[in-house]
């Protein structure tokens, strides 16, 4: 019995995840305004996210320093949202199950409260795959 109940919680965890196109990304990034947001071109966000995630919106893993990364972003529980960690701040008040959100608003809203403070160097991958790079080919064609 116990075999079967843990076969269809993964079932409906691999169900539930969704891996967006870049056309999708774009959009969504843009209509939600990270297109210029800190002086930083929408491509830079599109690329960080596609280093982070490939653009899977329900990605967690445990992280390498403290605590769990949330959603498309990575967002890490210890610093930015809540979701029990000991001695956790969440730094952009709210939970971490709200970045797995599709529509990406919460973890839209983190992410601009990140780079506010950080930038997009809070972003290993962003520095490592996007910085310095020609970022209007992670936007071309997606209008």
């Known amino acids: 019995m116990r ?8 079932f409906l965890a691999v169900c539930e995840s969704r891996q967006l196109g870049r056309c999708e990304v774009v959009r969504l990034f843009r209509a939600q305004g990270l297109d210029g947001y800190e002086g930083f071109a929408l491509g830079n966000y599109v690329c960080m996210a596609y280093w982070e995630t490939k653009w899977k919106t329900h990605k967690v893993r445990d992280s390498d320093n403290i605590g769990k990364d949330y959603g498309i972003f990575q967002i890490n529980s210890y610093k ?3 979701d029990g960690t000991v ?9 971490c199950g709200d970045l797995l959100n599709e529509n990406l608003k919460a973890s839209i809203e983190c992410a601009k ?12 991958t962003w520095d490592k795959y996007c910085n310095g790079r020609k970022m209007k ?4 064609d997606c209008n």
Request: glycine share 8%; proline share 0%; net charge positive.
């Open 87 to 95: 001695g956790g701040k969440n730094l952009c008040k709210v939970f």
């Open 80 to 82: 930015w949202c809540n």
């Open 113 to 124: 409260v990140i780079v506010k403070q950080e930038g997009l160097k809070a972003w290993e």
């Open 3 to 10: 075999l079967v109940i843990v076969f269809c919680m993964m």
């Open 137 to 140: 080919r992670w936007t071309k």
